[in-house]
């Protein structure tokens, strides 16, 4: 369900929020919040880069529990499998009765490795756009779209706090999407899974091993299924379909209209809905907690194969030749003479 892009609401005016984490979201929200005036205080510990990184930014740093203590609203943006320990020491034994807790990503209470206490607000608000956008979009007076949820109500006004909350970080200047903890979490881990991280660099590694196997240069290669791809995206994300047709030849439309479904066919749909329903009934979840709590020997061991592909390496020769993704430092003033 939409909701107006101008809602707004004083639910959280004159409330302390607690922001625990500081990476990309983290960073964003905390300022974000500031600038639109409301009260924030980063849990952190101390002493890390993060730390000294929002010292800078201007921000009120404390330890993670004692920034839960006193707050009205405590946004969890840490990773997902840093928040269980974290809920459990931090957030359990002291967020006060009626505080909401907040997340970015539903999962932890989704699959139920965090349950948090019957007397707070249980929450979601969730920018579709990485933190840096949603800074930039903020500081020129925009925002990015954000999806918000409540999966507990106990204080009978969470849905205000997440209305309020995404108007802080700037989201209802765009739009607001209602949804639910379900549909979040089961929709952003496809998305990852079958289309944006794993079915893309899987398309593209399959397509730079196909062309040289059959002789092809691997520079060659590389520009046409890994360099050109943005080219593509960039139209997607500009104008949908619609525009990427229009912005191609008529001998890449045809290609795409007959080949392409010849690449990605009714089989790969059966096998991403296999991936969906592994994300439905938990299995995934199951699996990437127990990898975790393992200390990650599959995912770093197929990381670096990831990295260890060639074509990274010939990537990596490429890139360092274009000089649009290394913009020359700003010249030095010249020395005024003296005498």
Same mark, same amino acid.
């Given at each position: 369900m939409k909701t107006d892009a101008n809602a707004s609401t004083k639910a959280l005016e004159h409330k302390r929020i607690a922001v625990l984490g500081y990476g990309s979201q983290g960073r964003a929200h905390a300022l974000n919040l500031r600038d639109s005036g409301h009260d924030v205080v980063v849990g952190l510990r101390r002493g890390g880069p993060t730390s000294v990184q929002a010292q800078a930014d201007g921000l009120r740093v404390r330890e993670p529990a004692e920034a839960v203590a006193g707050a009205d609203l405590i946004a969890v943006l840490?990773?997902?499998?840093?928040?269980?320990?974290?809920?459990?020491?931090?957030?359990?034994?002291?967020?006060?009765?009626?505080?909401?807790?907040?997340?970015?990503?539903?999962?932890?209470?989704?699959?139920?490795?965090?349950?948090?206490?019957?007397?707070?607000?249980?929450?979601? =608000?969730?920018?579709?756009?990485?933190?840096?956008?949603?800074?930039?979009?903020?500081?020129?007076?925009?925002? =990015?779209?954000?999806?918000?949820?409540?999966?507990?109500?106990?204080?009978?006004?969470?849905?205000?706090?997440?209305?309020?909350?995404?108007?802080?970080?700037?989201?209802?200047?765009?739009?607001l999407i209602e949804t639910d903890f379900k549909e979040e979490t089961e929709t952003d881990l496809f998305g990852e899974q079958a289309v944006l991280c794993g079915g893309v660099s899987e398309l593209v590694r399959h397509g730079f091993e196909t062309l040289t196997e059959a002789g092809y240069q691997p520079e060659i290669a590389y520009y046409e299924v890994m360099h050109e791809l943005k080219l593509i995206v960039d139209l997607f994300y500009?104008?949908?379909?619609?525009?990427?047709?229009?912005? =191609?030849?008529?001998?890449?439309?045809?290609?795409?209209?007959?080949?392409?479904p010849r690449v990605v066919d009714a089989a790969t749909k059966q096998r991403m809905r296999a991936v969906l329903d592994e994300i439905q009934d938990g299995r995934f979840a199951?699996?990437?907690?127990?990898?975790?709590?393992?200390?990650?020997?599959?995912?770093?061991?197929?990381?670096?194969?990831?990295?260890?592909?060639?074509?990274?390496? =010939?990537?990596?020769?490429?890139?360092?030749?274009?000089?649009?993704?290394?913009?020359?430092?700003?010249?030095?003033?010249?020395?005024?003479?003296?005498?």
């Open positions: 840490t990773p997902d499998m840093t928040q269980p320990k974290l809920h459990a020491e931090a957030i359990a034994p002291i967020a006060k009765p009626g505080a909401a807790v907040l997340f970015a990503h539903g999962f932890n209470i989704y699959y139920k490795t965090i349950v948090p206490r019957a007397d707070l607000d249980v929450i979601l =608000v969730a920018p579709k756009g990485p933190g840096a956008l949603v800074r930039k979009e903020y500081e020129i007076g925009r925002g =990015v779209p954000c999806l918000y949820a409540v999966q507990q109500d106990a204080s009978g006004h969470a849905r205000d706090k997440a209305l309020a909350y995404a108007a802080g970080i700037g989201g209802a200047r765009a739009m500009e104008g949908g379909l619609t525009k990427m047709l229009t912005f =191609v030849s008529e001998t890449a439309q045809y290609g795409d209209y007959t080949r392409g199951r699996e990437w907690t127990a990898e975790y709590a393992a200390g990650l020997p599959n995912y770093k061991r197929l990381k670096q194969a990831d990295l260890d592909h060639p074509i990274e390496k =010939v990537g990596a020769a490429l890139r360092a030749r274009m000089a649009w993704l290394h913009p020359a430092p700003a010249a030095a003033p010249a020395l005024k003479k003296v005498g």
